[in-house]
């Protein structure tokens, strides 16, 4: 089987504090550079998926991926980005996108309310966990830690001008708990 034979993988990625918290006021509520690096390192060349707030926190499009805007709006434009107004399209033209690039993942990258519609359907999760409480008004959504296995783990000490220390952790689903399989439906 070829790997245009496989289907897509769908990931998320987020920063997430011990507390849950993903943002405030709509940024990031920390500066952590090595996590932007490892973001651009996982992204890179993979069609990313995004709500129109994540959208709209953004100076522009991301270089190097195909970035997807959810949004209810139906006239809302983006420019540098395709525009859709579910998740399951996303999910779709992701796929499109993937098998003309060769990707084998797409990587939904945020809000809250777009990571709590991908967690059913994801494969893998890319969590850089940033070992502090931090105040905010954005959080990940609770999910069953039963399902995700850890797979790999890399640790690093806050050091200036990170006041916190991180790690990137990467689980994937556990075997005998398969992602939604009708990824377009919902159902499982």
């Known amino acids: 089987m070829s790997d245009l034979d496989q289907p897509l ?30 973001f651009k390192q996982v992204t890179t060349g993979k069609p990313i998926i995004m709500g129109r707030k994540t959208w709209e926190s953004l100076r522009g499009p991301l270089p190097g991926r195909t970035n997807i805007v959810i949004t209810r709006q139906p006239d809302y434009e983006a420019a540098g980005a395709r525009v859709v107004a ?25 809000g809250a309310e777009i990571y709590a519609l991908a967690l059913p359907k994801v494969d893998r999760m890319y969590i850089t966990e940033v070992h502090a409480d931090v105040a905010g008004d954005a959080f990940f959504p609770d999910y069953p830690r039963e399902v995700w296995q850890e ?38």
Not at 12 to 25: H, P
Not at 155 to 182: C, L
């Open 86 to 110: 579910s998740l399951d399209e996303a999910v779709r033209l992701a796929e499109q996108v993937a098998l003309i690039d060769g990707a084998g993942e797409a990587v939904v990258i945020g």
């Open 151 to 188: 797979i790999g783990r890399e640790d690093f000490a806050a050091q200036p001008p990170n006041e916190y220390d991180y790690s990137f952790v990467v689980y994937a689903r556990a075997t005998g708990f398969a992602a939604t399989s009708d990824r377009s439906s919902g159902t499982r």
């Open 9 to 38: 993988s769908l990931a998320l990625m987020v920063a997430r504090a011990a507390n849950g918290c993903i943002g405030r006021d709509n940024k990031l509520p920390w500066y952590l550079p090595n996590d932007l690096k490892y």
